[in-house]
């Protein structure tokens, strides 16, 4: 397999040096990732950069405070599009149907595949990168200091520069974990203690199941990263934020 | 800018030779591609692999027997899996609450970008890649034929194959049509005109236009491609479905 040491040793960057992403490169590696995949060729996203100090103090308690917000080079919040399309389609006599779920997860679609595909051009440039999963929990406050109109949702957040220092790798599954050959395998608490073995067995495991109190590694994410009552607050915030803009779900 | 070259000629590629991909090249492929970012290091997400000509039988007419189905060498079924995940919670005495939106969305993006990540693997080493957006609209009939459980919901179809012809390379919008600096730069009939002028001057536009009797390219979309109705439709069917699998949305 070509490039299997590039993808298997790449990892996630969340402190970055000072040394500046200069504007060309960044078009550049925007415009290459254009280039991925999308749906029927319409292209159904925008990217924000951020650049500006002061936005990204703005940005940075939409994000919880994770300091690769104010560490970052540029931030790019990645949003799925219709209202490019749609206002063309106003342009050109075309009735646009384009305000429901199918349309947004489309456009949710592209928008990620176009995030991804600029992760790997960035990382093939020696930049790195980190994904905010926060940028769905607070979607309106992105939305309203970014000036997103209707049909425009921030599905997610990049903040990439020039690493300050290279991270572990992170352990990943083994691949018959998550292939399933022709139909779905389900998991036997068997299979399930094999799989997640060497999870488990790490130090760090060990560590964050100390520092939280908690008997097991799965309590973590569970009762500390993700619990319940936050999944579901802000399932309804960003559902009612996503109809707000136009898309009924 | 490193490996421009390849990524801004990339195309998506949908009739294959039958020379095969090798198990253990998709296997280290996939493999690969599980190194890409994923929530939380969660891995929410799982691929069914389909290489029976039966089965792809069954799974053509779920993508509106799009050819690339029966010429590809392997059809690979991208899936949003909490199941994996949420069975490993119940073995550990932690209490899974990743029934909600949020959790599905976080599913999603997970999964979209594996699947990207393995589109560019693939791509890299000489195999044409095709994304099935038609994996949205069938998903109930998919997930019957992959016997895909609770928690598991088709994402996205990828056709894979070494290709037996390069298509063109796809025409892609200028850069600053989907780059706003700072904040969003909404569009005016003059930059919408601007922004679609290559796309409506090419001789394919023309052709689309004609042989479906429209006055515009955008009502290709709007009334051919992607009809309201079938849009609202399959938004019903896909919401509906989702559920049934245990994400309320």
Redesign the interface.
Known sequence: ????EF????R?VRSYTDRRISDS?L???????????T?????L????????ND?KKILAPCHFNQPSVMSADVVLTFCA?F???V???E????????D????F??A??DT??F???F???AE??GIG???L?TT??NAPQIAET????DR?VP??TLTAGYPASMPE?????A?D????????N??T?TR??N??AAKEAREDSGRFIAENNK?????V???I?????N??H??EV??EFIESKKF??
């Open positions: 397999m070509k490039e299997k993808f298997t040793t790449r996630t490169l078009s550049e590696m925007l415009e290459a990732a254009s280039h991925a995949p749906t029927g060729n319409m292209q996203y925008s990217v924000i950069v951020t650049r500006d936005k599009d209202n490019r399309f206002k063309w389609c342009c050109r006599n075309a009735t646009p149907g384009y429901n779920f199918q349309s997860m489309t949710v679609l990620t595949i995030a991804q595909q992760v790997t051009i093939m440039n990168c980190c994904y999963g769905t929990y970014l000036g997103l109109p425009v599905v997610t790798i992170s352990d990943r599954l691949a974990a998550f292939i399933h050959n022709e139909r779905y389900d998991y608490p399930i203690d799989i997640y008997e097991t590694l799965a309590q994410f569970t009762d990263r993700y619990p319940k009552a999944n579901e802000f399932s960003y559902r009924k779900i």
